[in-house]
């Protein structure tokens, strides 16, 4: 079993950055493709990037050029360094993990309990 933990959410201005994180206890993440999703109120949840085990990346249309997914083995941690936010960023934000990188939710086991990015003036 992966126990996945999300940090680094919080309130931050428009074109501003953050940068989640998203820390493995019980396993190492290397095995495992890491997936970001978000969920904004009344919306679905939504994809926003996912890295392969061996660091292929993907990402949703909406934060191509602004978002930046990336691993560290050696912290166990996969994170999301989010820049030029924009409000329409604003949701709680998931990691998960799977075998492979996919937009998708279905393919993942273990999720994480989100972390809030809200981002207003």
């Known amino acids: 079993q992966v126990q996945l933990v999300e940090s680094g959410g919080g309130l931050v201005q428009p074109g501003g950055s953050l940068r989640l994180s998203c820390a493995a206890r019980?396993?190492?993440?290397?095995?495992?493709?890491i997936g970001w999703f978000r969920q904004a109120p009344g919306k679905e949840r939504e994809g926003v990037s996912c890295i392969s085990s061996d660091g292929i990346t993907n990402y949703a249309d909406s934060v191509k050029g602004r978002f930046t997914i990336s691993r560290s083995s050696v912290k166990n941690t996969v994170y999301l360094q989010m820049n030029s936010l924009k409000p329409e960023d604003t949701a709680v934000y998931y990691c998960a993990s799977s075998w492979y990188c996919s937009l998708s939710g279905a393919p993942y086991d273990y999720w994480g309990q989100g972390t809030q990015v809200t981002v207003s003036s």
């Open positions: 019980g396993s190492s993440l290397s095995y495992y493709a």
